[in-house]
T-cell receptor, first 113, second 109 residues
């Protein structure tokens, strides 16, 4: 069974559209994250939730809105997509607290046309 | 703001040689230092981590050393193999995850 699963794996869409990426973990972890990895492979944290509460919100455009319906799910909705949003988005989870090993999903490759 | 610097950005070694990657961090409150390996097209995966109450940790061919005074920690891979070829990331951000820029390791057979 996949521990952290993201859908979709690939997302190709037009500029200006709105899209969502879903993430689910079955590890019983309390903390979940979203990361953006650009074409140069820089891996940057966007958001972190602990028990459905937002605890880290980096300098990310407010077109990006995370939603955590329960502690096993953390979805990412993006409005008005721009060319610069093209990247691989990784979801991750860990046990409660920031100083814990993180388990990553397989990533969602978002391409904006 | 807090910062993590990782060097080198690219490292090419012959199979069987050792590889060392170093990260320097700025947050003196950081006390957990993991290393992740990301193979091409795959997700990052934890390979080893160390907490600030120890100076060195080893797991077979992989080791991590920590110098809290100097605020740096290093990944050591001995007897490198072609399957070690990947991008390696350190995290030295403390409360907030801050990854280094990554090191692309090539192991030549």
């Amino acid at each position: 069974d996949t521990a952290v699963s993201q859908t979709p794996k690939y997302l190709v869409t037009q500029m200006g559209n709105d899209k969502s990426i879903k993430c689910e973990q079955n590890l019983g972890h309390d903390t979940m994250y979203w990361y953006k990895q650009d074409s140069k492979k820089f891996l940057k944290i966007m958001f972190s939730y602990n028990n459905k509460e937002l605890i880290i919100n980096e300098t990310v455009p407010n077109r990006f809105s995370p939603k955590s319906p329960d502690k096993a799910h953390l979805n990412l909705h993006i409005n008005s997509l721009e060319l610069g949003d093209s990247a691989v988005y990784f979801c991750a989870s860990s046990q409660e607290g920031m100083n814990q090993p993180q388990h990553f999903g397989d990533g969602t490759r978002l391409s904006i046309l | 703001g807090e910062n993590v610097e990782q060097h080198p950005s690219t490292l090419s070694v012959q199979e069987g040689d050792s590889a060392v990657i170093k990260c320097t961090y700025s947050d003196s409150a950081s006390n957990y230092f993991p290393w992740y390996k990301q193979e091409l097209g795959k997700r990052p995966q934890l390979i080893i981590d160390i907490r600030s109450n120890v100076g060195e940790k080893k797991d077979q061919r992989i080791a991590v050393t920590l110098n809290k005074t100097a605020k740096h920690f290093s990944l050591h891979i001995t007897e490198t193999q072609p399957e070690d070829s990947a991008v390696y990331f350190c995290d030295g951000g403390g409360f907030k995850t801050i990854f280094g820029a990554g090191t692309r390791l090539f192991v030549k057979a």
